[in-house]
């Protein structure tokens, strides 16, 4: 008997861990039920720390700096967590899926939102927003793309926090130089200025490209990590007309249209013509280097990573040479540029006391007047008092281009799988434009015909 | 014995319980219990609960029960000509990476096991690569292959960056070159982990007894006859251990592509770890479909170890 004990215990032991391994039901979203009446305390609130994971950017030390406003207040004390890019996601992805609650709060990506909200670990925040007045206090676009969940559903799952959008940083020194001005209006027969359209665009990336001086046209978004390419080549696909779906989540004859097509084509042509070298692995650190170091004339960029363009710090040859703009319209006169950006998010595993303390904090900062601090410090606001003040208009080199573009801009599926949907594009487009093999038209029927399947899959189109 | 004695007991009997307390035995398993138990927690029990998972449709994030699904998902992999381009990727970058490894490595080790003024220092400076972190090694050399600053197409002689080779994007003077980028990331593995296989040889060389040398030298023996006689059989069983090693971890490349090209461009340098790495986490989270993956890498990694542990053996028994 005592020979077989071993192994027993072993086996009872697996069994055990195995039990306690299968995941729980999905927890009931605490928010919806009725707050109990707790007994008033007087020595203080009964949450005095809460923490908001963020991105490791900039823009996170500003939300700190807001949130310490936060903490002379009312005496709560608000940090701001940041954890590196790459990471980020798959951090916060780790610590809800366990049903965790290190984080009260979280500024998730716009792409998170379908995933987090069906699997039930966002809180929803529909009523909340709508009686506090917030939902009406921020641009609508911003509440569409970082807060609702499905588009269209009126339901709220994040107050719209950083808006972003791409845009593009130029050398003002090269754009404004007498000689360059001349040099380029007797070649292309049209005055050297920010280009308006992707025609003109192209023609100032071909100007300045000149190898032997070591200076290019462009820095533009290849890496095959996480969306990066993706999102740089929307920034053609749009003001192209092109999209990734139609209105009934149809992708075939959509993703691999005319339109589409042509657009993916001109980021080749701009990626083989201008891009800068090294540039074949880049994302947003890699084009902000190669603005830094004068390698190229411009640099395509989220509105959130400029501020290091314009730091002497950060730039010190070129901080006051850098000027921006919105990203050039299409062959046909449209807009449009990727979304970036994020909302903020009360996470539903932690506790109703926290809960409260997350939203009191959320309705606390979407006030005019924080929002105004927010913006000041150097946050991207979405609050629409403010987002349309000359105050904050002019408040950074960048702001207004930043305005212009969030009046056009337009987001990649934001559903549960969108991830495998990312997972093609970014290899196809990478297949295409920097390996050079197939064609455009093969790369964007590869991509719908992949979306289709995987989306019919998923429940997503049903005709 | 009466029944007062049985409950009770008597000093002695007491005694001897409190001796049988403290036995050696009773001392063992309170240190092995604790570990045993920890072991199953972190290292036996996530090994079958992956098993366990990957013969369901399940992810991580969702917060929903696994659905035993049986097969699919095995079946899924094993028919798919995408995952098996990456098989294929994956096992030229191995067979590659550790040929070249092994050959420079014994050949380093050849050139350096004499001693000589200032051996010691280079021997340390050529074991430096292995000691450094892959992500920093990646990183580095990204830099390395810049096609405008780089130090790599300046020593080829390239100083035009339209001329020259963009090792990273795959190109060479702006046109598509098959694979290139796979191969500058080969090139980086042989760089970091040549010095590992010349330290093994370098100790198999030195523990070769000298008497057989000098019973080869009574003998007339040439030098060839010397080195594939004497020297490389006495070697081999370290030089295969090392091999063995290497191929292990070439299998399960990672860190290394994901710092310099995150397994581009398109899908030059998918790595099979990196695919599964991708499918696991990054916005997919289909865990279900990844533990089956990884559990097939884990069957094609014992396979091959196993083939070249039968060598080493079969080495060791001729030897």
């Avoid at chain 1, 072993?10 to 927890?27: D, E, K, N, Q, T």
């Avoid at chain 1, 691999?256 to 880049?282: F, H, I, R």
């Avoid at chain 2, 069983?237 to 091999?243: K, M, N, S, T």
Wanted: hydrophobic letters at 45%; glycine letters at 8%; one cysteine or more.
């Amino acid at each position: 008997m005592r020979k077989h004990l071993l192994p027993l215990s072993l086996i009872m032991i697996l069994a055990m861990l195995f039990s306690a391994c299968v995941p729980a039901a999905p927890a009931q979203p605490v928010a919806e039920a009725p707050a109990e009446e707790a007994p008033a305390v007087e020595e203080g609130p009964a949450v005095d720390e809460l923490n908001i994971l963020w991105a490791q950017w900039d823009p996170a030390d500003y939300l700190q700096q807001t949130a310490d406003l936060y903490e002379e207040e009312t005496g709560i004390k608000v940090n701001v967590v940041q954890e590196p890019w790459p990471s980020f996601y798959d951090l916060f992805a780790a610590e809800v899926a366990a049903g965790g609650d290190t984080w009260d709060m979280v500024v998730g990506d716009s792409q998170w939102i379908g995933q987090m909200t069906s699997e039930g670990h966002y809180m929803d925040l529909t009523d909340f927003l709508n009686e506090t007045g917030l939902a009406d206090s921020v641009v609508p676009a911003t509440l569409t793309y970082y807060g609702e969940y499905p588009a269209g559903s009126g339901s709220y799952w994040a107050y719209p926090t950083e808006g972003d959008a791409d845009g593009w940083g130029y050398r003002k020194d090269l754009f404004e130089d007498p000689d360059e001005m001349a040099a380029f209006e007797a070649e292309y027969g049209y005055p050297l200025d920010v280009p308006e359209t992707y025609e003109q665009f192209m023609d100032i990336a071909k100007f300045f490209t000149r190898p032997s001086e070591g200076l290019y046209g462009v820095g533009i978004y290849t890496k095959k990590a996480y969306d990066a390419i993706t999102m740089g080549v929307e920034n053609t696909m749009f003001p192209w007309g092109a999209d990734w779906k139609d209105e009934n989540n149809n992708v075939l004859g959509v993703v691999n249209s005319p339109e589409a097509v042509a657009a993916l084509e001109y980021y080749k042509e701009l990626y083989d013509c201008c891009q800068g070298p090294g540039l074949s692995d880049a994302f947003f650190t890699e084009v902000n280097d190669a603005m830094i170091n004068g390698s190229i004339a411009m640099a395509m960029n989220y509105f959130a990573f400029f501020p290091a363009l314009v730091n002497s710090g950060t730039n010190p040859d070129y901080y006051d040479k850098i000027g921006f703009f919105a990203n050039p319209k299409g062959p046909d006169g449209h807009g449009g540029a990727a979304l970036g950006g994020q909302g903020l998010s009360v996470v539903s595993h932690v506790s109703p006391e926290r809960q409260q303390a997350a939203l009191d904090f959320i309705e606390w900062f979407g006030q005019d007047d924080i929002q105004a601090k927010w913006a000041e410090f150097g946050g991207y606001t979405t609050n629409s008092k403010v987002f349309e003040s000359e105050e904050f208009l002019n408040a950074t080199p960048y702001n207004r281009a930043f305005a212009d573009t969030m009046t056009f801009v337009k987001d990649f599926w934001n559903i549960p799988i969108f991830g495998q949907l990312l997972e093609i594009t970014q290899r196809e487009f990478g297949k295409y434009i920097i390996e050079g093999e197939g064609t455009a038209q093969e790369a964007m029927d590869t991509i719908a015909e992949e979306h289709d399947k995987i989306l019919r899959d998923a429940g997503y189109i049903t005709e | 014995m009466s029944v007062a004695q049985t409950q009770t007991g008597t000093p002695q009997v007491q005694q001897e319980r409190r001796r049988r307390g403290l036995s050696d035995r009773a001392i063992i398993s309170l240190f092995i219990w604790p570990t045993l138990i920890l072991l199953i927690a972190w290292n036996v029990f996530p090994l079958f609960y992956s098993l366990f998972l990957s013969f369901t449709d399940y992810s991580a994030i969702s917060r929903q029960a696994p659905t035993w699904v049986g097969v699919q998902n095995y079946i899924d992999i094993l028919s798919s000509d995408r995952l098996w381009g990456y098989f294929s990727t994956t096992g030229r970058y191995t067979v590659v990476a550790v040929g070249f490894e092994t050959i420079l490595g014994f050949t380093l080790a050849m050139l350096i096991k004499e001693k000589f003024r200032g051996s010691g220092l280079i021997t340390t400076l050529i074991l430096i690569p292995m000691m450094l972190s892959p992500v920093v090694v990646g990183l580095f050399w990204k830099l390395m292959y810049n096609p405008t600053f780089g130090y790599f197409n300046y020593l080829l002689g390239f100083t035009d960056p339209t001329r020259a080779p963009d090792m990273l994007a795959g190109r060479f003077a702006n046109q598509p070159v098959p694979d290139l980028a796979l191969w500058s990331v080969v090139l980086v593995d042989i760089w970091m982990w040549t010095p590992f296989l010349m330290l093994l040889s370098l100790s198999g060389l030195k523990a070769i007894p000298e008497y057989l040398y000098e019973a080869a030298v009574i003998d007339r023996a040439s030098s060839w006859f010397q080195f594939w006689r004497i020297t490389l059989p006495q070697v081999m069983p370290l030089l295969l251990i090392g091999v063995l090693f290497r191929t292990i971890d070439a299998l399960k490349s990672f860190d290394l592509v994901m710092g310099m090209t995150s397994g581009g461009p398109g899908d030059q340098t998918e790595l099979i770890a990196v695919n599964l790495y991708r499918q696991a986490f990054l916005g997919q989270f289909r865990t279900g479909d990844a533990s089956a993956l990884a559990y097939i890498i884990l069957i094609i990694i014992i396979s091959v170890s196993n083939l070249l542990i039968r060598a080493i053996n079969q080495g060791n028994t001729e030897g």
